[in-house]
């Protein structure tokens, strides 16, 4: 009934897995369109705002309640989307995955949420050392969304924030999923990416952020 | 994995209560490093909101008995969780982190002492559940169930049965069986056509059920029988109480035949007995139902009133011919005259709620927000409102006459109020007018102050009615309460009226358990460190100086803090002494299946009942439904508070009798027991009462069935003569005369848990031993609201540190930059643009341009959305606030029953 006012959002996304992973990096480097090698754990950042054609989406990130198995069930209330995040070297985060956060997911979020596996870090691994397999992933998330239907390619993508390698195909593919927009809505979100990666806020330039425009070949996926 | 935590912190904050969690948010928004933790699994402590499996769960643990294992862990729910455990720790590696702890002492430095907390919490006491559904029906079928979930429970039973493999096939032709007829119900065919086929139907499931009984044997076809049985619960019991019923039930119906024949037979007799039901206008469905219910082995009048009850499941089936038959029954009721009657009485079972565990979110403490009270304020100044989302209050409601009465609240209710007189409303509206600026004119109630408040009412020559409403639903006062606090009270009603809507209270989306979330939410964001399970096994305090260095947690760990934050049940005993006598909350949660006032919309109800003991405080009704987030579709949820003797059953047990149709509860082995069985006589029996007296004049003859009505005559057309089906239902009829008042239109109490809560804010003393940098704060209290908590917080914080400010704004989402700035000390930054918001913000501007555009003013007619983020803040601030209200609805249409219950805003 409220769903069309303005900074209602529309859809909520939020992010889980173990501590470490690359969440924060993965919202940021999809938001900013960079990576941010700071090695603090998430601080001050609660949620984002991000516009998806007319839509509002918001991507919660977990600010760090996730580190002593405290997530609280407000994080995961009203999510139709939940990004689980692993990281492709280390096998154990995978395995925490089913374990520690799927539970939190069945019993908090929407019903019938979607739910996307992320292998974090896969500018990290090469074929031969890599910890989880891609058919260990995708396994899972045929498994975790049973109503996936088998033509479709699985929700699973593996990401690099480093890189940025399948970062904006993997919001978008969640976006494009609950919201689909039109044509003309796509090119305005198009053009309206590029100019938050010139840092345009509020109508006013941020001198001190660097021009990133040049990292943006990297991940022109879609 | 087990991660320690780290060792050094501003302050430990310990509990997730309410209280505890302002103040970390607050510590951690001015750049303290907190750490907060709490003993339970979950946020909240006794603030907390459950579904109903953790809710089990929780009772479980308060009364002392093994936890049941979680749904999640059972096969049925688990196509896709079969091998998740909820506990994110194994046993194993409990066990490892056991052997390497040191103990407490060994941590210790020297010139520190230990003193013990308390691990335990003792604040939960006489946990009672009651349930009044049976445990499962034979046969879930109702509309609702949406194909996954049937799918559901057949993979279940092929995941529960390992030793029964042929029987899946049986069940799963009868799901299918029961799906077709659910189509036929849209198509809504003539009766007879669809008797026909269903008919056609039972055949088929007949002969296939033959032909398994030919390989299986009868005994093999009596555990089918047991397996089709949906289950949640421990297979075997359902299985043995079942099957001692079919032996006793075919021993006494038919003579000495073999069950597995029986069955067969019976079925075969149906026929016969369908078609002529079908010639009775009156009662096709219920008299279809008969004929299922004498297909069954069982054959006997117990089912047969017992099915009756739910006129659409017809639940009294035990084997799959008699679960055909059900389909039949179904089927049956979707002719025009029957559908909304199906749709209404599925049965609630146990099952069927736990099915839909986690469409709950039940409250312990219920708390309501004023809309100008001071968390409100709060969540808007601190801009944490965004966390949450709230539901305006729809309706205060109050019990006058013994009829259930909406209080009207604003302008526009008073004119519209038909229980109101011309003469009332100018009386009432001069009142009101009087109470928002009562401290203007002492002259008014001069002389009243301490007296009480009824007497002042009296005064005043407001009507009966006014009186009534004024003191029981505006004020929320017992009639002994002193004018001058009473009138604050109605002041502080009257005031938050029409600032998000048509009512002065708001109500959080899935519970107000989730309030102290966002504020634990925010602490995180500002860096506070968040860890469940966890909680100071004793206290480390510097002898000299009698200072708190530090807290040995249950893992033991040492953790140095400046500050010790604790909630009152984690307090060392020594530092806060129990009082002798405390008050207590009685509480009471519900689960009923519908609400108490029949509305087109769905209301979110308030209602204050005295309870006619001088001295006591009213009982506190909250009803919430689906639109909350509190249940799932066609239930409600009912919260009963009252400050009591300290036995919340008996406080509240003569308050729910009034309101709600309540059966006697069968006991533990009889609701396990399927239909038929003598426990579940008087509660199906007066369900059936109930339901009777819905579905419309008994057509027959005999003089029980005045009450009992269809429950009786259908008893009567389908009892083998002599049989026991009259007296079930008979007795269905007494139980609802008993009471002395028809059931007729009270909701069902299907569900209801009973518990007390010992109030901690009561008589809270901090003893001289306690370490001055050890902070105790209390736990809930009895009052509607918490306002108690956030005074509590600020208080303390206040004292921690006086000279900073309380929670002040937080950054929206896009004010947050991220950045190459050299130096990225978050706190700074984020004072820099939280400063900078706020003076936008005081300039009238909202914080963010999409901000604007919610302050466009609502349709006069409409109330205001429940937008609390960017509420009026500051431009209708409390001065005029409520007689603003009071004048500006002069302009509303009288229509406000469809004013539309509004969320609040985002994210």
Same mark, same amino acid.
């Not at chain 2, 209290?781 to 918490?786: A, I, K, N, S, V």
């Given at each position: 009934m409220q769903a069309e006012r303005k900074n209602k959002a529309n859809l909520k996304v939020i992010i889980l897995g173990e501590?470490?992973?690359g969440k924060t990096s993965l919202i940021k480097r999809y938001k900013e369109g960079k990576f941010d090698?700071?090695? *603090?754990?998430?601080?001050?950042?609660?949620f984002y705002l991000k516009r998806w054609g007319p839509h509002n989406v918001a991507i919660w990130d977990t600010a760090g309640q996730e580190?002593?198995?405290?997530?609280?069930?407000l994080y995961c209330r009203g999510t139709k989307a939940a990004i689980l995040a692993f990281d492709i070297s280390q096998k154990d985060t995978f395995n925490q995955l *089913?374990?520690?956060?799927l539970p939190l997911v069945n019993s908090h979020? *929407?019903?019938?949420c979607l739910i996307v596996i992320v292998g974090c870090?896969?500018?990290?691994?090469l074929e031969s050392n890599r910890q989880v397999h891609r058919e260990t992933a995708i396994a899972l998330a045929r498994e975790l969304n049973?109503?996936?239907?088998? *033509?479709?390619?699985?929700?699973?993508y593996e990401t690099s924030s480093i890189t940025g390698e399948n970062v904006n195909a993997l919001f978008e593919f969640i976006f494009e999923y609950f919201l689909p927009l039109s044509e003309s809505e796509k090119n305005q979100y198009n053009q309206m990416n590029k100019r938050t990666k010139h840092s345009v806020r509020d109508g006013t330039v941020d001198l001190q952020s660097k021009s990133v425009s040049t990292k943006r070949k990297c991940c022109s996926l879609l | 994995m087990a991660d320690n935590l780290p060792?050094?912190?501003d302050a430990i904050v310990v509990g997730t209560g309410m209280t505890e969690c302002i103040l970390a948010a607050a510590l951690a928004r001015i750049g303290k490093n907190v750490l907060h933790i709490d003993?339970?699994?979950?946020?909240?402590?006794?603030?907390a909101s459950f579904n109903m499996d953790s809710m089990r769960r929780w009772i479980a643990n308060h009364r002392g008995e093994e936890c049941p294992p979680s749904v999640m862990e059972i096969?049925?729910? +688990?196509?896709?969780?079969?091998?998740?455990?909820? @506990?994110?720790?194994t046993e194993n590696e409990e066990a490892a982190e056991e052997k390497e702890k040191p103990s407490p002492a060994s941590l210790l430095l020297e010139g520190e002492l230990l003193v013990e907390a308390r691990m335990?919490?003792?604040?939960?006491?006489?946990v009672v559940e009651k349930i009044?559904?049976?445990?499962?029906?034979e046969v879930e079928v109702?509309? /609702?169930?949406s194909e996954s979930e049937q799918q559901g429970t057949a993979d279940t039973q092929q995941s529960t049965e390992?030793?029964?493999?042929?029987?899946t096939n049986a069940q799963q032709t009868t799901a299918s069986a029961s799906k077709t007829h659910t189509n036929e119900d849209e198509q809504e065919p003539s009766v007879e056509s669809v008797i026909a086929e269903a008919l056609a139907c039972t055949e088929e499931e007949m002969k296939e059920e033959k032909e398994e009984e030919d390989e299986n044997k009868s005994e093999s076809a009596m555990d089918e029988a047991i397996m089709c049985?949906?289950?949640?619960?421990?297979v075997p019991t359902g299985a043995d109480a079942q099957d001692t019923h079919i032996m006793n039930s075919t021993s006494e119906t038919l003579e000495p035949q073999p069950t597995a024949d029986a069955d067969a037979r019976v079925g075969t007799e149906e026929k016969p007995a369908t078609e002529p039901s079908s010639?009775?206008?009156?009662c096709d469905a219920q008299s279809v139902d008969d004929d299922s219910e004498s297909t069954a082995?069982?054959?006997?009048a117990d089912a047969g009133a017992i099915t009756d009850a739910d006129t659409?499941? #017809?639940?009294?089936?035990?084997?799959d011919t008699a679960e055909a038959a059900a389909a039949v029954a179904n089927a049956a009721a979707s002719s025009p005259a029957q559908a909304d009657a199906a749709a209404a009485a599925a049965e609630w079972t146990m099952e069927r709620i736990m099915k839909r565990w986690r469409r709950f979110n039940l409250d312990l403490e219920p708390k309501l927000l004023f809309s100008r009270g001071s968390l409100v304020e709060l969540l808007v100044s601190s801009n944490i409102a965004r966390y949450a989302e709230f539901k305006i209050l729809t309706q205060v409601l109050t019990l006058l006459d013994g009829r259930l009465e909406r209080v009207p609240c604003s302008r526009a209710d008073v004119f519209s109020?038909?229980?109101?007189?011309v003469i009332e409303k100018r009386m009432l509206m001069k009142f009101i007018q009087f109470c928002l600026g009562y401290e203007n004119t002492p002259a008014e109630y001069a002389g009243f102050e301490d007296r009480p408040f009824s007497e002042f009412l009296m005064s005043r020559k407001l009507t009966p009615n006014l009186r009534h409403f004024v003191l029981h639903?505006?004020?929320?006062?017992?009639?002994?309460?002193?004018t001058e606090r009473a009138l604050g009270e109605t002041r502080r009603f009257l005031q938050s009226?029409?600032?998000?809507?048509?009512?002065p209270f708001l109500w959080p989306m899935y519970g107000s358990g989730e309030l102290p979330q966002c504020f634990c939410r925010l602490c995180a964001v500002f860096g506070g460190i968040y860890c469940l399970r966890r909680m100071p096994q004793c206290v480390v305090i510097d002898?000299? +100086?009698?200072?708190?260095?530090?807290i040995v947690c249950n893992e033991n760990q040492r953790i140095s803090c400046d500050w010790l934050i604790m909630e009152a049940s984690y307090a060392p005993e020594q530092y806060v002494p129990r009082p002798e006598t405390r008050r207590s909350i009685s509480r009471a949660i519900l689960i009923t299946d519908g609400a108490l006032l029949k509305e087109k919309q769905e209301q979110l109800t308030l209602m204050s009942l005295p309870?006619?003991?001088?001295?006591r405080s009213p009982v506190r009704l909250l009803e919430l439904g689906p639109s909350t987030m509190?249940?799932?579709?066609?239930l409600r949820i009912v919260h009963l508070t009252c400050v009591g003797g300290g036995d919340a059953q008996l406080d509240l047990a003569p308050t729910i009798d009034r309101l709600f149709a309540v059966a006697e509860p069968p006991s533990e082995a009889e609701r396990a027991?399927?239909?038929?069985? +003598?426990?579940?006589r008087e509660t199906i029996g007066g369900a059936a009462a109930t339901e009777a007296e819905r579905a419309g004049?008994?057509?027959?003859?005999? /003089?029980?069935?005045?009450?009992?009505?269809v429950a009786a005559m259908e008893a009567e057309l389908l009892a083998?003569?002599?049989?026991s089906g009259e007296r079930e239902a008979a007795s269905g009829a007494v139980a609802a005369e008993d009471r002395g008042e028809?059931?007729?239109g009270k909701p069902k109490l299907l569900w209801s848990l009973f518990f007390n809560c010992q109030d901690?804010?009561? /008589?809270?003393a901090v003893s001289?031993?306690?370490?001055? @940098?050890v902070v105790v704060c209390g736990g809930p209290?009895?009052?509607?609201?918490?306002e108690h908590s956030v005074q509590e917080a600020k208080d303390l914080f206040r004292r921690i540190c006086p000279d900073e400010e309380f929670l002040p704004r937080a950054p929206d989402p896009d004010e947050i930059v991220f950045g190459d700035?050299?130096?990225?000390?978050p706190t700074d930054g984020f004072r820099e643009l939280a400063t900078d918001a706020e003076s936008r913000n005081n300039n009238?501007?909202?914080?963010?341009? !999409? !901000?604007d555009d919610d302050?466009?003013? #609502?349709?006069?007619?409409v109330a205001p959305p429940v937008d609390v983020t960017h509420g009026e803040m500051g431009t209708h601030?409390?001065?005029n606030g409520g007689g603003g209200f009071y004048e500006q609805e002069s302009?509303?249409?009288?229509?406000?029953?469809?004013r539309p219950s509004t969320e609040e805003e985002q994210d």
């Open positions: 501590f470490n992973v090698p700071q090695e *603090e754990p998430t601080i001050g950042a609660s580190r002593f198995m405290s997530l609280s069930a *089913e374990k520690r956060f979020t *929407e019903e019938n870090k896969v500018d990290a691994v049973p109503t996936w239907k088998p *033509e479709k390619p699985p929700p699973y | 060792t050094e912190f003993r339970n699994d979950h946020y909240g402590g006794d603030w096969p049925e729910y +688990s196509s896709l969780l079969h091998y998740l455990s909820i @506990n994110p720790k335990e919490s003792s604040t939960i006491t006489n009044f559904v049976r445990e499962k029906s109702s509309k /609702e169930p390992t030793e029964q493999k042929g029987v049985t949906p289950s949640y619960d421990t010639q009775s206008p009156l082995p069982v054959a006997d659409k499941s #017809a639940a009294g089936s035990i084997t109020s038909k229980k109101v007189s639903s505006i004020a929320m006062v017992t009639e002994d309460c002193p009226l029409g600032r998000f809507g048509n009512s002898a000299a +100086s009698n200072r708190c260095k530090a309870v006619g003991m001088p001295g509190a249940c799932p579709r066609d027991a399927p239909p038929g069985e +003598s426990g579940e004049p008994p057509g027959g003859s005999d /003089e029980q069935e005045t009450t009992g009505g083998p003569p002599g049989g028809t059931d007729d901690t804010t009561d /008589e809270l001289e031993d306690c370490p001055d @940098n209290d009895w009052t509607l609201d918490f700035y050299e130096n990225p000390a009238g501007g909202g914080p963010t341009p !999409a !901000a302050r466009t003013p #609502a349709p006069a007619a601030q409390p001065d302009a509303v249409a009288k229509d406000n029953s469809s």
